[in-house]
């Protein structure tokens, strides 16, 4: 008989809910968790799935949650008593050029932060390991010794005892039929059995994420892609090794080739992730589908097949003996979304999966530790569900989801941009920039110029983990921008007003920072979340009494904006006013801003009349503009932002005035090594949920003597039982062709102390820069310190803040030199 009330309701029996289930449990809730399944456990994509427990994953938040997974996958069996055939066998992933290389010592900086055993090998330490793979063409290798595979519906089961040990409830053949919001605030389950009602509600339905989000309203960017796996027959060779007592080999990976190979019952699992492998069950799969497979299709697979012959002959000697063509879920990036809905108030998602054996341990234990604790434990932006937008439809999944599908053993470069469904969203000025050399990146589905090929470079992107062809050219926007005047198109940044007489009362409850006082004021805030990370960060102008106007990351958007709403009072007091689409913003900056500005505007911009860190409406060659001025590269100048519709005469005006002082147009790659030099923060590296805004030296950012604000009890608390890292800024020494990228290990004396946040090249001190989180006795400037990059240490010592203009001498122009 079916319960008619619990506190948490998870739907989908696959081993992503069942975690979910398992960790609510554990986390005290056991006899008011309820999970259904429409047909048996494992019956949807779990069943099909090889099982491979990958750790590799450039992603910090991902990282995270696979380690944990793998960890307790390992001692799982000992808790609940049942097998759940994990195998460490390792996973020796190959090499096959120096870019790949590049990639994995990258990644192994990443790991060592993060606390996962990587090893590199040379060719011959490979043949050592996997003596029946042939070395020609590699270049090394590395090894997880913590990687292996599992039994899917095993571990599974595994996770359903130890849930049932601790009073949750199964229900299986229980199909759900809809879900709604209750007038009380909760949800109605709606099944075949009967009826539930709940507090909150986790979707772990993989392949019917769709369906399942539009019976809430919710557009759910997941969509399956078909994948194929070859088992075969027995080889006599691996038969021998086993009756010779050796170990199974690693779990081996030709990341090159795009395919991965195991043993199998003495013979092969052969897994490649190929081209033009389609998306599948683009509209949902039918309600009563279990157990299902498609058709397979092995001439899709010669290419892998070919390659992995090639390198393990002994693979072309055995018959196939099955092919599995099975959906797995994918979203348009590859990572899953583990988190809360946009929207709607406790619906929690686990959707998007394509590694979902390795990922489902975390992501129940992250599920958990937000549901019943409110925040999760460790920063989730890599996985957030709100980290893509409407833009996400169908069409826009079908193009991406099949890229991310090809793209999984792709090498992933850190200013990779894909190209699929692109141009999505283009600001007014798009053909322009492009005129002007623009190259361009893509951010929330908006296109941004990341820097422009200027003296005859080819206008096409170079992707590398070292310093590319575009390094030259950021160089020049930098100097330009330094010397006389840049522009900057920002019009992805995510924008919104709040209004209303309730407006000054919420904000300031939001934010730790005080508001601005004065009608044109501009104030940095921050929301931090409830335990005192940072949550947000908005650029807050005060345009009336009851009016405010929020600016804030662009790739943010849905994440910040939801975050607001749903913290919003009900009474009607505080309206929310979505405005980023409606508003375009160019930024001026340089030296020579304010004499350009003044030639196609009345308004006085001087010092006295138009103070930094203050805004005013001005009008630009007819347009009314918000003139706001702040940047985020250390020099003086303004942000203005307009109607979408009057972009391009503003932008025309300043170009047709601007010639003879150096105008010229400058990307995103040069404002990040501008913000460099200025120390300064980004929300998802140097602040993040992990760390207190203390941590991330915010301190003057802070108002702890306003008055209650969200978070700021446990900010205290954090803040009295002292913090464990602080950021500092980073000049590293003897690079000459590859700087940090973030996450790369900070070590003293042979002991990792930290880990770098960002790096790059800052032109205007002409020295190697990185920003990172350090242990606070190690926080004092001239501390030395040693940074790895790309497989080799450099000294690195840390510098006083802001190293470039530390006295604002350039933004605030205080000689009145421009006036």
Same mark, same amino acid.
């Given at each position: ?29 056991? #006899? ?21 427990? +990958? ?19 390992? @001692? ?14 390792? /996973? ?15 990644? *192994? ?21 996997? +003596? ?23 571990? %599974? ?10 009073? *949750? ?54 969509? +399956? ?107 348009? #990036? ?23 054996? %390795? ?145 000054? &009362? ?22 931090? /979340? ?10 807050? &102008? ?38 980023? #689409? ?24 001087? /010092? ?17 503009? @918000? *003139? ?39 990307? !995103? ?107 606070? #006795? ?10 790895? !990059? ?30």
């Amino acid at each position: 008989m079916l319960k008619d009330k619990a506190k948490v309701v998870v739907i989908g029996g696959g081993v992503v809910g069942v975690s979910a289930l398992y960790h609510l449990a554990k986390k005290g809730w056991g #006899d008011d968790v309820v999970l259904l399944e429409k047909g048996e456990l494992t019956s949807g994509s779990t069943w099909h799935a090889a099982g491979l427990l +990958p750790l590799f994953n450039m992603s910090y938040s991902v990282g995270q949650v696979h380690k944990y997974s793998v960890n307790l996958y390992r @001692n799982l069996e000992a808790e609940t008593g049942q097998p759940v055939g994990f195998a460490q066998v390792g /996973n020796l992933r190959l090499a096959m050029n120096d870019d790949r290389m590049d990639e994995y010592y990258q990644y *192994a900086a990443t790991a060592k932060t993060i606390g996962i055993d990587v090893r590199f090998l040379t060719p011959g330490e490979i043949l050592e390991l996997w +003596p029946m793979c042939n070395t020609d063409g590699l270049v090394g290798g590395i090894f997880h010794p913590d990687d292996g595979y599992i039994q899917p519906a095993d571990l %599974t089961q595994a996770l359903a005892r130890g849930a049932r040990a601790r009073g *949750a409830t199964i229900y299986r053949k229980t199909m759900v039929l809809n879900i709604e919001q209750t007038t009380a605030g909760g949800w109605l389950v709606q099944t075949d059995k009967g009826d539930i009602t709940c507090d909150h509600v986790v979707s772990a339905t993989g392949n019917y994420a769709r369906k399942t989000g539009a019976m809430v309203g919710l557009d759910i960017p997941v969509m +399956p892609v078909e994948h194929q796996y070859i088992v075969t027959e027995p080889h006599p060779a691996l038969q021998q090794r086993r009756a010779d007592g050796l170990p199974e080999m690693a779990v081996l990976r030709e990341s090159d080739g795009s395919w991965y190979l195991r043993e199998e019952n003495g013979g092969f699992i052969l897994g490649p992730y190929e081209e033009g492998a389609p998306c599948c069950y683009v509209d949902g799969p039918d309600p009563r589908a279990e157990y299902e497979l498609f058709q397979e299709d092995i001439e899709r697979l010669a290419p892998h097949i070919e390659a992995a012959m090639n390198r393990v002959p002994a693979f072309a000697e055995v018959g196939i003996k099955r092919v599995y063509n099975g959906a797995i879920a994918y979203t348009p #990036d590859g990572n899953p979304i583990i988190g809360p809905a946009w929207d709607v108030d406790n619906f929690w998602l686990s959707e998007g999966h394509s590694f979902g054996i %390795t990922a489902a341990g975390g992501a129940g234990w992250q599920l958990a530790e937000w549901i019943v604790d409110g925040e999760p434990t460790i920063d989730m932006l890599g996985v957030e569900p709100r980290r893509f937008g409407d833009y996400a439809d169908r069409n826009y999944l079908l193009a991406k989801n099949e890229e991310a599908y090809s793209h999984v053993f792709i090498i992933h470069y850190p200013d990779e941009e894909r190209p699929a469904a692109r141009p999505l969203k283009t600001a007014p000025c798009y053909e322009r920039m492009r005129d002007r050399g623009a190259v361009f990146g893509q951010r929330f589905g908006w296109e941004r110029p990341n820097w422009f090929a200027t003296e005859g470079m080819e206008q096409v992107d170079d992707w590398s983990f070292r310093r590319s062809k575009w390094f030259e050219a950021v160089g020049r926007e930098v100097a330009n921008t330094t010397s006389n005047v840049g522009l900057l198109d920002m019009t992805a940044f995510a924008k919104c007003r709040i209004a209303g007489p309730g407006a000054e &009362r919420f904000l300031d409850y939001m934010v730790a920072n005080t508001l601005p006082q004065k009608t044109g004021g501009i104030s940095l805030c921050h929301a931090l /979340n409830s335990k005192g990370g940072v949550h947000s960060e908005f650029t807050i &102008r005060r345009d009336a009494d009851d009016s405010f106007y929020l600016v804030s990351a662009g790739a943010l958007q849905r994440l910040d904006h939801d975050y607001l709403r749903k913290h919003m009072p009900s009474d009607g007091s505080v309206t929310f006013e979505q405005l980023t #689409d409606a508003m375009g913003v160019l930024v001026l900056a340089g030296p020579r801003s304010r004499e350009l500005l003044s030639r196609v505007t009345d308004a006085d911009l001087s /010092n006295e009349a138009f103070r930094w860190l203050t805004a005013q409406d001005i009008v630009v060659d007819g347009a009314s503009c @918000n *003139a706001m001025r702040v940047n985020y590269v250390g020099e003086l100048g303004w942000e203005l932002h307009h109607a979408m519709a009057d972009q391009n005469r503003i932008f025309d005006a300043l170009f047709a005035h601007g010639e003879d002082l150096g105008l010229k147009p400058f990307g !995103i790659r040069a404002m990040d090594t501008m913000r460099l030099e200025k120390s300064y923060r980004m929300v998802g590296t140097e602040l993040s949920i992990e760390y207190s805004i203390f941590e991330s030296a915010m301190d003057r950012f802070v108002k702890l003597d306003k008055g209650d604000f969200l978070g700021r009890d446990n900010l205290l608390a954090w803040q009295e039982r002292g913090i464990d890292n602080l950021l500092v800024t980073l000049v590293v020494d003897g690079v000459t062709d590859a700087d940090a990228l973030g996450n790369n290990a900070l070590v003293k004396d042979g002991e990792v102390v930290g880990r770098a946040t960002g790096g790059g090249f800052g032109f205007r001190l002409n020295e190697s820069l990185a920003l990172g989180m350090v242990r606070p #006795d190690l926080a004092d400037v001239g501390t030395e310190l040693e940074i790895e !990059i790309l497989g080799r240490n450099y000294s690195a010592r840390v510098v006083i803040e802001s190293p470039f203009d530390p006295n604002q001498e350039r933004l605030r122009d205080v000689n009145g030199a421009n006036d």
